[in-house]
C-alpha cells in the first residue's frame, strides 16, 4: 500500500530533480564565458574564486575595473583589496552584491565609486546580465535581477539561463565546455589589465543636459549601502574616478557632495587630483581618456594608497594571507610582462577584442 501510494510521488520528484539539473547544467555551458573576446562580463563570477580575506571592496563599473589596481595597494601599503565591478553596474546592482559580500566577510571599508549615479533606471539587459549572471543562485541574485530588468526580460531566465541563451547552440565552441569545468580568474583581484596606450587627443564638448538631478532611487539606495555598512562595523567610501569622458557634472558632484556632508561619509573627487596623481592621458590611458591603462590604474593605485594608510589602521595579516598574495602579485607582474612583450612583438595584446 505504502509503495503504491507514495511511489509516484517519488517517481516525480526524481524526474523533477533530474529536470532542473539538467536545465542547471546546459545553462553553464549555453551562457557566455567572457573568455576570448569582452573578458569584463566575467569579472561578477572571479570574485568566488577569492582565498583572502579582504581590507576593502570596491564596489562600480568600469571606473574601479580598469583603473584600480589591488597589487600596487598590497605590494605599497599592505592592503588586501578586491574590486566588485562590472560594466555599467547600477547602484541596485552594487547594494545587492554589497549584500553578498557581507555574508561572506566583512571588510574594513567599501568604496564605492558613483559613475553610475547618473542612471535612475535599468539600461540595457547585455549590462545587466554581465553583473548578474555570474552570482551563484541566492536571494541577493534573484534581488539584484528583479531590480535590473528592463522590459522583456523574465526573472525565470536569471534562474535557468538556458532560457535565455538556448540559441546560441550555433556559436558554441570548445570554449563553453572547457570553463564549465574549469575555474581559473580573468582579472587580477577584480582588476582588467591594459597596458596598451591611445592617447587623448581632444577632450569631446559635455552634451548640455535637460536635467542635473541625481535621483531620489539612487539616494535611497546610496543610503541603504551606508547602512549596511554601519550595521556590519565597515565604513563606507565614495568616490569619482579621474576618467575624463564622459563628463562629470559639477550639478552632480555638488548633489554628492551634498549628501556626503549630511551623512557624515567621506568623498573624494579624484578629478581634482589630476596633477598630483601624475596622469598624463597622452600615457596613462588606452582608450582616449575613458579609462586608464595599467600605467595610469598604478599611479591612482599608489596615491589613493597612501591616503588610505595615512587616514586608517589597518590589521596585520596572517602568514598564509601573505603567501596567497605573494602569488597573485607574481601573476600580476606576469601578465604585465606578457602584454608588454605582446604589444612590443606583435602590435597588440591577444585575447582583447
Known amino acids: 500500500m505504502f509503495k503504491k501510494k507514495y511511489g509516484k510521488t517519488v517517481y516525480i520528484l526524481i524526474f523533477l530533480i533530474f529536470s532542473i539539473a539538467v536545465l542547471v547544467f546546459l545553462g553553464k555551458v549555453f551562457m557566455p564565458k567572457y573568455r576570448s573576446s569582452l573578458k569584463e562580463g566575467g569579472l561578477t563570477g572571479d570574485y568566488y574564486l577569492e582565498k583572502v580575506p579582504h581590507d576593502l571592496i570596491f564596489l562600480g563599473d568600469c571606473e574601479v575595473f580598469e583603473n584600480f589596481s589591488p597589487a600596487v595597494l598590497w605590494e605599497n601599503y599592505g592592503i588586501s583589496s578586491y574590486i566588485r565591478g562590472s560594466p555599467q553596474q547600477l547602484i541596485w546592482q552594487s547594494y545587492w552584491l554589497l549584500e553578498e559580500v557581507f555574508a561572506r566577510e566583512t571588510p574594513k571599508l567599501v568604496v564605492y565609486n558613483v559613475q553610475a549615479m547618473k542612471y535612475s533606471e535599468p539600461q540595457k539587459e547585455a549590462y545587466n546580465r554581465m553583473t548578474v549572471d555570474g552570482m551563484p543562485l ?6 539584484a535581477a528583479i531590480d535590473s530588468m528592463t522590459e522583456g526580460e523574465s526573472l525565470l531566465s536569471y534562474v535557468f539561463p538556458i532560457l535565455r541563451f538556448h540559441e546560441r547552440w550555433k556559436e558554441l565552441s570548445f570554449e563553453d565546455l572547457e570553463y564549465v569545468f574549469k575555474n581559473e580568474p580573468i582579472s587580477d583581484s577584480g582588476y582588467l589589465m591594459r597596458c596598451d596606450i591611445k ?5 569631446p564638448e559635455p552634451p548640455v543636459l535637460t536635467d542635473y538631478d541625481i535621483s531620489e532611487k539612487c539616494f535611497s539606495y546610496l543610503k541603504r549601502m551606508k547602512e549596511l555598512c554601519e550595521k556590519n562595523g565597515s565604513e563606507l567610501v ?9 563628463h562629470w557634472y559639477d550639478e552632480w558632484d555638488k548633489q554628492i557632495e551634498e549628501f556626503a556632508k549630511a551623512e557624515n561619509l567621506r568623498y573624494i573627487n579624484f578629478l581634482n587630483s589630476f596633477e598630483e596623481i601624475g596622469l598624463d592621458m597622452s600615457r596613462d590611458s588606452y ?6 591603462n595599467v600605467y595610469g590604474a598604478e599611479k591612482l593605485s599608489l596615491y589613493f594608497g597612501k591616503y588610505l594608510a595615512d587616514e586608517f589602521e589597518f590589521r596585520e595579516h596572517e602568514d598564509s594571507t601573505v603567501r596567497l598574495w605573494d602569488e597573485k602579485c607574481m601573476a600580476y607582474h606576469a601578465r604585465k610582462e606578457l602584454q608588454e612583450k605582446e604589444l612590443s612583438e606583435l602590435g597588440y595584446i591577444t585575447g582583447i577584442k
Open 138 to 143: 541566492s536571494l541577493f541574485k534573484l534581488r
Open 199 to 203: 592617447p587623448m587627443d581632444t577632450l
Open 238 to 246: 565614495l568616490i569619482k574616478s579621474p576618467s575624463l569622458y564622459p
Open 287 to 292: 582608450d582616449a581618456g575613458l579609462h586608464l
